[in-house]
């Protein structure tokens, strides 16, 4: 039997709303005066706003702050979330399923160093970027977009089921998918890595 992971479902859901909109407008022929009454009532609510995608990757230095930022604060603040790239139907797109953008702003001695953002190199975006893809392809490869976290001195993009996590660099360029040393199929065996689920993601201190 399949597993079903929440990406498939949603696949599914988004395919079947796709059908219906176009079964909807196949049959008899509708008043001349009521198609751009439609056109402008149709929108793709996932598409706008606060879901609206990014459309590039950026990389600004020395950003102006507002305020201050404390000496002491140290690292680099980063988070995950999905910007779908190169669609092609937007009918059949629900935003959760939009490839993994990671963002970040690094901060040092009270000053913003920088601000990046990239998009997590899944074999089908490494693609769509016209780019070799990094590493061999898993079975069920995805660009993660749910969580980012650090993990013995790596940056991982997660997903909580299914795809592998991929492992970033210092400046989130994509290294490649992490398997733990060959422990991990995918990110649903949360028997072996806990943390690669990243709904319950957690830090267990070794004892």
Request: charged share 25%; glycine share 12%; hydrophobic share 35%.
């Amino acid at each position: 039997m399949a597993e079903h992971t929440r990406r498939t479902v949603l696949r599914g859901a988004a395919a079947v709303a796709a059908a219906g909109g176009l079964a909807g407008t196949a049959g008899g022929s509708a008043p001349a005066v009521a198609a751009p009454r439609e056109a402008a009532a149709r929108r793709f609510p996932f598409l706008e706003g606060a879901f609206k995608p990014v459309t590039e990757e950026l990389t600004a230095f020395d950003l102006p702050v507002t305020g201050r930022i404390p000496r002491e604060l140290n690292g680099r603040y980063l988070r995950n979330g999905p910007n779908v790239l190169g669609l092609e139907d937007p009918r059949a797109h629900h935003w959760m399923l939009g490839d993994g953008m990671v963002h970040g702003v690094r901060l040092r001695d009270g000053r913003a160093e920088w601000y990046r953002n990239r998009w997590v190199r899944s074999s089908q975006v490494a693609e769509k970027l016209g780019e070799p893809r990094p590493g061999p392809v898993p079975p069920d490869d995805f660009a993660c977009n749910t969580h980012v976290i650090p993990y013995q001195g790596r940056i991982l993009a997660l997903q909580e089921g299914g795809p592998l996590p991929y492992e970033l660099d210092d400046e989130l360029n994509t290294v490649g998918t992490h398997d733990f040393r060959g422990t991990l199929e995918g990110a649903s065996t949360r028997r072996w890595c806990p943390a690669a689920t990243a709904t319950a993601t957690r830090r267990r201190p070794r004892r």
